[in-house]
């Protein structure tokens, strides 16, 4: 069941991002095809009103491309959170609820799809800034980068001298997901907080998310005080300063993102629970 709620959600999502993606990518070919323009600059600048006039084209199609891109951002956002609040606080929630699920299967197909639609998103404008790129410098030139035996070798080299870099870059993708689920259901525990309210359930969800960001900020700057001035931490950090170089910032590394996910693990596990709880114990659809 959990996979149909996944699948339904995805089918809503997808049907309104879809076409701005398309849109974005339409644009970034468009300024594509304009860099391609500006390589015959040389050539233009004998056709003094044609090297004007596609000057003019590539402000317009630039001001455009970084309008859809802002589009893009907004309407994700938008939609991830109406998708939440319409689905379970609203009247669409009279029918969720009735279903043969678990409230937490509800909440976790909402915070799955719009995880994996904002990913969806963000590969978008990676995409798009890399046709820019294709136009600006043209594929060869690009490709010829990318493959370049100097560049690779570097990298190679690089890697060697840290052998624990696959656990370094397996860290760091457990440390982008949970980031980014701790995002969805920061705003989800807000609005679940905020529908508690009789009244003016927008503007509480909003005052909640606001207040919980404030809250996690001051529990943080309170541990980092704590932290630095325990005797364990200091010799810890002593520890590592004096290793070598390389082997140093390895284990700082390590000591960040491991940190980094465990604070941000607790703070998912109480917003993901805590919206459960309201939504299992204190759901008001009034």
């Given at each position: 069941?959990?996979?149909?709620?996944?699948?339904?959600?995805f089918?809503?999502?997808?049907?309104?991002?879809?076409?701005i993606?398309?849109?974005?990518?339409a644009?970034?070919?468009?300024?594509?095809?304009?860099?391609?323009?500006s390589?015959?600059?040389?050539?233009l600048?004998?056709?003094g009103?044609?090297?004007?006039?596609l000057?003019?084209?590539?402000?317009?199609s630039?001001?455009v491309?970084?309008?859809?891109?802002v589009?893009?951002?907004?309407?994700?956002?938008?939609?991830?959170?109406q998708?939440?609040?319409?689905?379970?606080l609203?009247d669409?929630?009279?029918?969720?609820?009735?279903?043969?699920?678990?409230?937490?299967q509800?909440i976790?197909?909402?915070?799955?799809?719009?995880?994996?639609?904002s990913?969806?998103?963000?590969?978008?404008?990676?995409i798009?800034?890399?046709?820019?790129?294709l136009?600006?410098?043209?594929?060869a030139?690009?490709?010829?980068a990318?493959?370049s035996?100097y560049?690779w070798?570097?990298?190679?080299?690089v890697?060697?001298?840290?052998?624990?870099w696959?656990?370094?870059?397996?860290?760091?993708v457990?440390?982008?997901?949970?980031?980014?689920?701790?995002?969805?259901?920061?705003m989800y525990?807000?609005?679940?907080?905020g529908?508690?309210?009789n009244?003016?359930?927008?503007m509480?969800?909003?005052?909640?998310?606001?207040?919980?960001?404030?809250?996690?900020?001051f529990?943080?700057?309170?541990f980092?005080?704590i932290?630095?001035?325990?005797p364990?931490?200091k010799?810890?950090?002593?520890?590592?300063?004096?290793?070598?170089?390389?082997?140093?910032?390895?284990?700082?590394?390590?000591?960040?993102?491991i940190f980094?996910?465990?604070?941000n693990?607790i703070?998912?596990?109480i917003?993901?629970?805590g919206?459960?709880?309201?939504?299992?114990?204190?759901?008001?659809?009034?």
């Amino acid at each position: 069941m959990f996979g149909k709620l996944c699948k339904y959600e995805f089918k809503s999502i997808v049907r309104t991002l879809v076409p701005i993606y398309l849109a974005v990518i339409a644009v970034s070919i468009l300024n594509a095809f304009m860099g391609f323009g500006s390589l015959f600059t040389d050539y233009l600048d004998n056709l003094g009103f044609l090297n004007s006039l596609l000057s003019l084209i590539q402000g317009i199609s630039l001001f455009v491309y970084f309008g859809v891109l802002v589009a893009l951002s907004v309407l994700t956002l938008i939609v991830i959170i109406q998708r939440f609040y319409k689905g379970l606080l609203c009247d669409e929630g009279y029918l969720m609820f009735t279903l043969p699920v678990k409230p937490w299967q509800l909440i976790a197909a909402k915070g799955t799809a719009a995880f994996v639609m904002s990913l969806a998103s963000g590969l978008t404008a990676i995409i798009s800034i890399i046709i820019l790129i294709l136009g600006s410098i043209g594929p060869a030139e690009f490709f010829e980068a990318i493959t370049s035996p100097y560049v690779w070798s570097s990298i190679g080299q690089v890697l060697s001298e840290v052998p624990s870099w696959p656990l370094i870059l397996l860290e760091a993708v457990i440390l982008l997901i949970v980031s980014g689920l701790l995002k969805l259901f920061h705003m989800y525990f807000s609005m679940a907080l905020g529908h508690l309210s009789n009244s003016h359930r927008i503007m509480m969800s909003v005052v909640a998310f606001i207040a919980i960001s404030m809250a996690v900020s001051f529990i943080s700057g309170l541990f980092m005080i704590i932290a630095s001035i325990n005797p364990a931490t200091k010799s810890f950090f002593d520890i590592i300063d004096a290793m070598p170089g390389v082997q140093s910032m390895t284990y700082v590394f390590h000591f960040a993102f491991i940190f980094s996910i465990i604070f941000n693990g607790i703070q998912l596990a109480i917003f993901f629970f805590g919206t459960e709880r309201i939504l299992s114990k204190k759901l008001n659809l009034e």
